[in-house]
């Protein structure tokens, strides 16, 4: 097997009896759409869909030292995750730059996974390792041993509680909890990157055909629907979640992404980009960086990554990530642009979509926030 042949997750062959269109995505085969993304996307917003995310990176940290290394070596403050609990955190260069944004769970007293996005896992693990030096805790790569199921959506309770009897409505949103799901041993965690409620599913790869047909069963009467990456683009976008790659990278800090709230200071001890990113959070004071800002189409143009976001004849900030949204029914767009023109309402505000200057309107993100 060459080096360039992209990894298959546990439910390649299932992925492919459903008609999935495949696609490459950071070396995996990944199913990017069932049938239609749009169907996909409001399946989900408004009944529920089910997710194969086994190409996200498990990083398990054991050991006495663990939640010290992993206070060293991420941004946030990891030795204050109660038991069972998660947490958003991302870790940086020691320029401050970011490496990726991750998800930590605290599973035991000294047992810590940390979920990576795909494309960086490698990246992480490198990162985790070398930091380790020193701490009396052990990095070792999981990415093997689990397979990630989601289930996302209003019915995503509903029909996981048919499948389990792990106590779900005590099971707070960032939270995990060991359980059986349908006979199947899993993690089950109350995360998502949708914007909707809903679980996602670390089990063994040998349990995830088993697994997904089991939810498939219990989701027909609630509309559960097999979902691609496509629509988990959309969901993600429309919630205003940073993807990165796009509105996240080494090239920016937590604070020039509007996310220095993850950045604790006030933690014991010297973590990695400490000096850097203090820096970073008084020039974000003295002079606002670039904001991330939301932008709803006047037109039926969509913008894409990369497209220039103009004012009055001037550049003034870049898209981030752009699609037609289902549930606006019009083009959105994420993008960084100067504070004078993040205000939401701001007029004259549009992207030039090659060389014709759009109308969008600035708004405040998320563009949809589900009911409670």
Known sequence: MSSTEPRRTALDALHRSLGATMTDFAGWDMPLRYGSERDEHLAVRTRAGLFDLSHMGEITVTGPGAAALLNFALVGNIASVGLGRARYTMICRA????LDDLIVYRLGETEYMV????????????????????FDAEVRDDR????????????????LKSLTDADLDGLKYYAGLPGTVAGVPALIA????????GFELFV??????????ALTKAGEGAGLVPCGLSCRDTLRLEAGMPL????????????????????????????????????????????????????????????????????GGAVIGEVTSGAPSPTLGKPIAMAYVDAAHAAPGTSGVGVDIRGSHEPYEVVALPFYKRQK
């Open 144 to 159: 093997d041993a689990y397979a990630l199921l989601a289930v996302q959506g209003p019915e995503s309770p509903g029909i």
């Open 244 to 311: 990165y790659g796009h509105e996240l990278s080494t090239s920016l800090t937590p604070f020039d992404a509007g996310l220095g709230r993850v950045v604790k200071f006030e933690k014991d001890g010297d973590f990695v980009g400490r000096a850097a990113l203090q820096e970073a959070a008084e020039r974000a004071q003295e002079n606002p960086p670039r904001v991330l800002v939301g932008l709803v189409a006047e037109g039926r143009r969509v913008p894409r990554s990369g497209y220039p976001v103009v004012a």
């Open 115 to 134: 979920v990576a996005n795909a494309s960086n896992a490698q990246t992480v693990l490198d990162a985790l390792t070398e930091r380790a030096a020193g």
């Open 190 to 197: 109350r995360t998502g990157y949708t914007g909707e409620d």
């Open 95 to 98: 320029d401050g730059g970011i």
């Open 204 to 213: 063994k790869p040998e349990h995830a055909v088993e697994l997904w047909q």
